[in-house]
């Protein structure tokens, strides 16, 4: 256990920076060359930026910190889900990122909820259930749900709404038997886009639930002590 209190040490110190989406090599190559020594810095952004402090060790540098045998383990066991996630979740766009270590879906809100509203559509529960079954049949993991709106607007309208749509998210899953306890949410209102506010498909782009998915301290610890599965 002393390694893992390590590693979360290493981790509340290491400083925010942005998450790289995975290019042409596989989540197992990247965590064996995270942990032969490449950017340890990168490995630190998901824990960092989804998860606020909580539970630091999730995603973060883990090949870099435990070695690469540990970062490959992982990156085999993200890979495998992402896969399954791509064919299964329709209505969301599926990536790897965190150098291999971790999952980014991303719901555009048009899918998921009115212009406005923080209330599921019909359609959007069928994908959100077949989530579901994913995140359960993957335990080890933690799972942070962001609101995020576009630019139209006050923030004292688009802050509370991108918190209501990621509330609405956690809440379906929760019912659908994902345990709460391994999932958080966050609103950015406006304050993260990803394309240009000043069109309206930019807008459409960032009116947005992004869904992360990393390793717990369980995978962790199987990671390093190699019985990850």
């Keep these: 256990m002393k390694i893992i209190k390590h590693i979360a040490i290493y981790l509340l110190g290491a400083s925010i920076i942005s998450m ?7 989540n197992t190559s990247k965590g064996t ?14 824990g960092a930026i989804t998860g606020k402090g909580k539970g630091a060790a999730i995603g973060a540098g883990i090949g870099a910190v435990l070695g690469g045998v540990a970062g490959a383990l992982i990156g085999k066991k993200m890979d495998k889900q992402a896969e399954e ?17 971790a999952i980014k879906l991303t719901f555009d809100s048009g899918i998921l909820f009115a212009t406005g509203k923080a209330d599921l559509s019909e359609a959007s529960k069928i994908s959100l259930a077949k989530f ?51 999932m958080h949410t966050v609103g950015y209102s406006s304050y993260r886009p990803v394309a240009d506010n000043s069109t309206a498909d930019g807008r459409s782009k960032n009116r947005r639930v992004e869904v992360y998915i990393t390793a717990n301290q369980q995978m962790i610890e199987q990671a390093h002590a190699g019985t990850l599965k």
């Design 85 to 101: 996630l791509k064919q299964q979740v329709e209505g969301a766009e599926v990536e790897t990122v965190n150098n291999g270590e």
């Design 20 to 26: 790289t989406a995975c290019s042409n090599m596989s």
């Design 132 to 182: 579901a079954v994913s995140l359960q049949q993957n335990p080890n993991t933690d799972v942070t749900i962001e609101g995020h709106t576009d630019n139209t607007g006050s923030d004292s309208v688009n802050q509370p709404l991108s918190e209501n749509r990621a509330r609405s998210v956690y809440s379906f899953l929760a019912a659908q038997g994902v345990n709460s306890q391994r």
């Design 33 to 46: 060359a995270i942990g032969a020594g490449s950017g340890a810095a990168v490995g630190a952004g998901v």
